[in-house]
């Protein structure tokens, strides 16, 4: 084998070697690409994953169906109290009507 033979293979092989990569890279691109996206898309659902906690700690907060019941309940009988005492009060409205007339009538004499 001569030093020209050898020159024909090592550019044949370096040749094949350069059409090699360059397939590899071209075919390699759709895989970058869906890794821009991969990426994208986890940092996304990273994010959205942040919303969501934070939207159940705040409803950890917030009453259950139980305590809401009872609350409505407690507000019910609130409310019928008050309009028991708002008729107590009546009677002493009407006195101290009754009081503030005589007195005004009083000082008019």
Known sequence: MTVEDF????AIVTGCLSLAVSAIGYLRQPSKDNSD???KLTSS??????RVQS?????KHLPDKEQ???LELTMTKLSGRLDAFE???KPIGAISDRLQEF?????KR
Do not use: G, P
Request: aromatic share 4%; charged share 45%.
């Open 68 to 70: 809401s019941h009872r």
């Open 45 to 50: 659902v990273d994010d959205l994953d942040r």
């Open 37 to 39: 996206k991969i990426t």
């Open 103 to 107: 007195l005004l009538e009083q000082a």
């Open 87 to 89: 008729e107590k009060l």
């Open 7 to 10: 020159k024909l293979w090592l």
């Open 55 to 59: 939207i159940e700690d705040e409803i």
